[in-house]
């Protein structure tokens, strides 16, 4: 059996972050994501669009399964978006080379320190994330707010529209940080590059090259140290212990999900960034098969949907649906009477809809009340989240605060029962430490969104929080592994 001496399993914000950390200490590193490279070239046409959509828009689909278009017949392909079903909640989640990174609104975004309060241990120091570890994260992926001439644009009506209501209300609103080139931006506005962002296409993958993917930014410099492989369509399938460490066992896949082997390797440091869905079932049916038995009983509790809501708006002055994105506006309602929440502008491609309306995500202080349960009859674990909680329903009613307020529009829809940020499974300090070493196995590691344990991320997308959480954790945990290894 090979031995490998680090295997990260994913290539998300965690797995992109643990393997450059381990790369500049000198640990040779493995990374295995179940998902294809997807390298931007001039040609753009990389990825799969709304106007015709393929097989590269849906992780092993023969429907397209992204929110704003679902059910279209495509080919059954190694794509870049799933969506996890579970039992009151639909997970939708990246794969390939960048995880979540290649198909996000590039948002990040960090709590308020009052927020981040509710949500998170008291023992997680703000100020240290505060000063050191987002800060990072930042600088590791590249961000910057919206600049005033692309906001300016024609193409962005529907962001100045949240923006002068929210100020027109007395509601704090403002730009958020993202991770993209805004002169592959303004290229697009230009004319000089075929429009992708701008004319909404986010969710299927940027073929201009705007966003600054983990595969361009975290993972190509760990690549570049030579320390670290990347190995593309390889399915972790199963972890256990040895005598020496842990056997993983994987399938490696062609592009269209057919398994052309199945092997096992070895590995005494293992980290788990397969993102909060995949690296919490993993770890549940290993508990539950008694390949790890040690496994804490918080393992697959304390998840959480972020709080999140697709909402629809209608009746607004002219918006330009489906145009001006990614997201780069927010409303702060975090002092509402309700419930606190953030609602940011998505523009939705293709979903028909009129002018004067817009498609927004919510984020709220969501429950922790999500959990995973193996069924040995199928050999599967499924997700159960309780969508009638009034913890959950709480969240609606908030923004439904919010817009009343704002007076404007009317509210065609909000609908709970889809997120795109799954954040917890494996909680930080209860099912690990304090720096996502799991609890009774020495070597295992979760640096992943598995880690959030307190349901969301506090009113904001998770990427931002998730990256400084696995910062934080690999650079406590690195120096154990170089040291281990120079004894
Ligand atoms: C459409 C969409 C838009 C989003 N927009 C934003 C945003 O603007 N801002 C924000 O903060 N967050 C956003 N998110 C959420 C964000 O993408 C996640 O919070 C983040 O990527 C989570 O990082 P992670 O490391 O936990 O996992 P991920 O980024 O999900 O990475 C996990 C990786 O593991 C791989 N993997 C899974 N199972 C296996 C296996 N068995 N073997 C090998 N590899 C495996 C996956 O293919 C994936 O590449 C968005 C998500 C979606 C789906």
């Given at each position: 059996m090979n031995e490998i001496e680090a295997l990260v399993v994913g290539s998300g914000f965690g797995g992109a972050i643990a393997a450059l950390r381990l790369a500049e200490a000198g640990v040779r590193t493995v990374v295995m994501e179940r998902g294809r490279r997807w390298p931007v070239t001039?040609?753009?046409?990389?990825f799969a669009t709304y106007d015709k959509p393929d097989g590269r828009a849906a992780w092993l689909s023969p429907v397209t399964v992204a929110p704003a278009q679902e059910d279209v017949p495509i080919d059954v392909y190694t794509g870049v978006l799933e969506r996890v079903r579970g039992d009151g909640i639909d997970v939708l989640v990246g794969a390939g080379v960048g995880g979540g990174s290649l198909v996000y609104n590039t948002v990040l975004y960090q709590p308020r320190r009052d927020m981040f309060a509710r949500v998170f241990p008291s023992w997680l120091d703000y100020d240290e994330l505060d000063e050191v570890w987002y800060p990072k994260v930042r600088e590791g992926v590249g961000v910057a707010t919206m600049p005033a001439d692309v906001l300016a644009h024609e193409h962005y009506r529907g962001q100045r529209v949240l923006l002068e209501e929210a100020s027109a209300a007395g509601i704090p609103a403002r730009l958020f940080e993202l991770g993209l080139d805004w002169d592959v931006i303004r290229a697009e506005l230009a004319g000089a590059?075929?429009?992708?962002l701008i004319a909404g296409q986010v969710w299927y993958g940027s073929n201009s090259g705007a966003k600054r993917s983990l595969d361009r930014t975290y993972l190509a410099r760990a690549e570049a140290t030579g320390k670290v492989e990347v190995l593309p369509l390889h399915v972790v399938t199963d972890v256990h212990e040895n005598d020496h460490g842990f056997v993983v066992a994987y399938d490696e896949i062609d592009d269209n999900g057919r398994v052309l082997a199945h092997r096992d390797v070895h590995t005494r440091h293992l980290f788990l960034t397969a993102g909060s869905v995949a690296t919490t079932r993993l770890l549940v049916r290993a508990r539950e098969t008694g390949a790890l038995p040690k496994l804490d009983d918080a393992v697959g509790t304390r998840w959480g949907a972020n709080g999140d809501l697709v909402i629809i708006r209608s009746g607004l002055p002219p918006t330009g649906p489906g145009e001006g994105g990614p997201a780069g506006a927010v409303i702060e309602d975090l002092d509402n009477p309700v419930a606190p929440v953030a609602l940011a502008c998505m523009p939705i491609p293709q979903a028909g809809m009129p002018e004067g309306s817009m498609g927004l995500i919510g984020m709220g202080l969501g429950p922790a009340k999500g959990s995973f349960h193996y069924d040995a009859g199928t050999d599967a674990v499924g997700l159960r989240w309780p969508s009638t909680d009034p913890g959950v329903t709480v969240i609606a009613d908030g923004a439904r605060s919010t817009f009343d307020r704002i007076g404007a529009g009317k509210i065609e829809a909000v609908d709970?029962?889809?997120?795109?940020h799954p954040c917890g499974g494996v909680p930080l300090g209860l099912a690990t430490d304090r720096y996502g070493r799991v609890n009774g196995y020495p070597g295992l590691y979760v640096v992943d969104g598995a880690l959030v344990p307190g349901g969301s991320a506090a009113c904001t997308n998770p990427a931002l929080t998730i990256g400084a959480l696995a910062e934080r954790a690999m650079a406590a945990i690195v120096p154990g592994i170089v040291e281990e290894q120079t004894a």
């Open positions: 001039g040609a753009h046409d990389t590059v075929p429009p992708s709970a029962g889809l997120t795109g």
